[in-house]
């Protein structure tokens, strides 16, 4: 049975191939490509051509098919391992690639390289299409990913993420200068009732979030940030900064531009905390900045 997703543009001029990549069900604008040949994004109805410029505005449908199998399959992908025994693995995931298998990129994920990485002691909690997977991060996100190797282990950071034990840190750029050296958005977040594809603050259908942010650094337009999630909703970093006026860098679902040369949605997993499930022990870890961040901070100008 086909999906069909509603989006929206947010802002005029930019292809619909490239649009239409960044949305976490297209794995990479070839993928986008595919779909658009296909007849598979329509507006209005009328299927849309690879190289129409969209208006802000403009609401599309896209038609995914169905995932083609009914369980991952193993597949040979370079995997970044930062932490790994017999209970657990900690990937850097790069930007690009997605976590798990769903409609529309039914492989190439982060999934199919772990179960090539590890065999067939992933955890099967997660189901046949997302085993291992303890939480899951945007495509266009980088950084520190946990999954489990057993159904044991998998059990014990679920019940981390719930009582928050398991701490998660990522780094971003956003829009505009902060008044305060540090502070916490507490608001819960639900689906966006205007557009299903996207998650808001709102008190309809929606649970608990909290994100602390400090500042890192000041620029000229734009202010480095690092947050710590208390809570683990969809897109809640991303969500939350826009609420506050700082959509991130480059992230135009949420009110981000992408201004010239720095196009990237400017957020990374950076740190990662968490109690071992066998022996108790907190393990904490942390990641250089990628290169691809590196090169925006030297674009944002000098720091103030």
Not at 17 to 28: E, G, H, I, K, T
Not at 202 to 214: F, L
Not at 224 to 234: D, Q, S
Not at 261 to 284: S, V
Request: glycine content about 8%.
């Amino acid at each position: 049975m086909d999906t069909h997703i509603a989006f929206t543009a947010q802002e005029s001029g930019e292809r619909i191939d490239a649009l239409l990549a960044r949305l976490d069900q297209v794995p990479s604008r070839s993928a986008a490509a595919r779909l658009l040949e296909a007849g598979r994004v329509t507006l209005g109805g009328a299927p849309v051509r690879k190289n129409y410029k969209v208006t802000v505005g403009d609401a599309f449908e896209l038609i995914l098919p169905p995932p083609a199998p009914a369980r991952a399959e193993a597949q040979a992908i370079a995997l970044d391992v930062v932490y790994e025994d017999e209970d657990v693995i900690v990937v850097n995931k790069p930007r690009g690639l997605v976590v798990h298998p769903a409609p529309g990129h039914p492989d190439g994920t982060l999934v199919n390289a772990l179960l090539a990485h590890c065999g067939p002691s992933l955890s099967g909690v997660g189901g046949q299409l997302r085993p291992g997977i303890v939480h899951r991060i945007d495509k266009d996100t980088s950084g520190l990913i946990i999954a489990a190797k057993n159904d044991r282990a998998h059990e014990a950071l679920s019940a981390q993420l719930k009582d928050r034990t398991l701490s998660r840190v990522y780094d971003a750029v956003c829009h505009g200068g902060f008044h305060d050296d540090a502070g916490t958005v507490d608001a819960p977040i639900g689906r966006d009732p205007r557009d299903r594809q996207r998650m808001a603050v709102t008190d309809k259908n929606s649970r608990p979030a909290v994100t602390h942010w400090q500042v890192l650094a000041r620029y000229p337009r734009h202010t480095y940030i690092r947050c710590r999630l208390e809570t683990g909703r969809t897109h809640q970093i991303r969500v939350h900064m826009a609420h506050t006026g700082h959509p991130l860098l480059g992230d135009t679902v949420y009110g981000g531009r992408r201004d010239k040369g720095l196009q990237t949605q400017c957020l990374h997993a950076r740190g990662l905390k968490f109690i071992h499930p066998a022996t108790g022990k907190a393990i904490e870890l942390w990641t250089d900045l990628p290169d691809w961040f590196k090169d925006v901070l030297s674009k944002l100008g000098a720091p103030l």
